[in-house]
Every structure is written in structure tokens, then in C-alpha cells.
């Protein structure tokens, strides 16, 4: 299969371009860190290559609809109602 071939089924069946999917497989990576491992906001940015934790708040804010503080909030008020 040729570049240009994988990258329209890429994007064919995962709706997003590669570099949208890498990004997003990375917020969710680390929120995952944020969330459960305690980590801080920029610790799991720059654990999962983020350089700049300004960015990464811009793109979290963008892709998960909220600001990390605010979603970070929800879901532990969540895991909480579950846990009680």
C-alpha cells in the first residue's frame, strides 16, 4: 500500500488526519496520568512530548471541551459518585 493510500484509509476510518489522532492519543494519555496517577498538569505533558504546557492546556481545552482544571474536577466528582 502506497503513503498516500494508507493515509486516506487513516483517515477514512478514523476520521482525523494522523497528526489529529497522535495529538489525541496523547491528551487522553494524559489525562489518563492526570487522573490516576496523580501526575501534574505539566508532567504529563512533557511525559507524553509536549514541550510546552501552555500548548498542551490550549489543545486539552480544545479537544476535551473544557479546561484541564474544570474536567479534571468533573471527573473525579464522578469517580467519586460511582466509588459512594
Known sequence: MSV????????????LSHLQ?????????????????????????FEVGYESATQFSRDY???FGLPLGQDAGRILGNMKAVRG
Open 4 to 15: 498516500s493510500a494508507f493515509h486516506r484509509h487513516f483517515t477514512a476510518v478514523t476520521n
Open 21 to 45: 489522532y497522535q495529538k489525541r492519543v496523547r491528551l487522553h494519555q494524559a489525562r489518563t496520568l492526570m487522573v490516576a496517577n496523580a501526575k501534574s498538569v505539566m508532567a504529563a505533558a
Open 61 to 63: 481545552a480544545r479537544v
